[in-house]
């Protein structure tokens, strides 16, 4: 299997501006998340799907960042509009079941927004 | 409120000695630590990881300490090769076996290996 993959690898963009992320998790694995990376607070947890449901999204952290997972092999996490302090790593992480704590993240996008 | 720390965020080694990274957490509930290892413009990946039920575990050149009653827990890397330099993260779960999204990550910290 290819791994967790994310696109695009690097965004530059504008304040204001909508940004999308993609992921495609490891074929099989049920469990799905969205991380951010900062200096400040090392790895957040954005949000949470099993089986394609949205399960936490307690730490999405405002109204203009949502997520969806139309199916077992895409999502997507969404900034609209965009602002500098979303400046960030985003990670997506896929696992094995909903006991398993061993997560497979993806290279991450590196999201810049001047 | 970071319930999982890691103090340093950076170290230097020289190749051939031990590594030691630190990692403290504040919630009592915790019972199951995982390290994961980071290379520049790649995602984390899993190295190792202990349960409660246990003080050490040991995988290879790697070896992880817990230590319950200080909320402490380390990563003996011995001994350290290039190839180790990367950021390391501490994650922390309660109730082992509730799945990943239960997880508390660190702040990471950067380690480099000098020849």
């Known amino acids: 299997d290819a791994g967790v993959i994310q696109s695009p690898r690097h965004e530059v963009t504008e304040m204001g501006q909508e940004v999308t992320l993609r992921c495609k998790p490891i074929?099989?694995?049920?469990?799905l998340f969205w991380y951010r990376q900062t200096m400040m607070r090392g790895l957040e947890l954005l949000i949470y799907?099993?089986?394609?449901?949205?399960?936490?999204d307690s730490g999405m952290p405002e109204d203009r960042f949502s997520a969806k997972m139309p199916n077992a092999s895409f999502s997507t996490l969404k900034i609209q509009p965009s602002e500098p302090r979303d400046s960030a790593v985003y990670f997506c992480?896929?696992?094995?079941?909903?006991?398993?704590?061993?997560?497979?993240f993806g290279s991450g996008t590196q999201l810049s927004v001047l | 409120d970071q319930q999982v720390k890691q103090n340093s965020p950076s170290l230097s080694v020289q190749e051939g000695r031990i590594s030691i990274l630190n990692c403290d957490y504040t919630?009592?509930?915790?019972?199951?630590f995982l390290w994961y290892k980071k290379y520049p413009a790649e995602g984390p990946t899993f190295l190792i990881s202990?349960?409660?039920?246990?003080d050490k575990n040991e995988d290879g050149r790697f070896t992880v300490f817990l230590n319950k009653s200080a909320k402490h827990l380390s990563l003996h890397i011995v001994p350290s090769q290039p190839g180790d330099s990367a950021v390391y993260f501490c994650?922390?779960?309660?109730?082992?076996?509730?799945?990943?999204?239960?997880?508390?990550f660190g702040q990471g910290t950067r380690l480099t290996i000098n020849p």
């Open positions: 994650a922390a779960s309660p109730l082992g076996g509730q799945g990943a999204q239960k997880l508390v």
């Open positions: 202990i349960s409660s039920i246990k």
């Open positions: 074929s099989g694995h049920d469990s």
């Open positions: 799907f099993n089986n394609n449901v949205p399960i936490d």
């Open positions: 992480a896929s696992s094995e079941g909903t006991t398993n704590e061993k997560l497979f």
């Open positions: 919630n009592s509930m915790f019972d199951y």
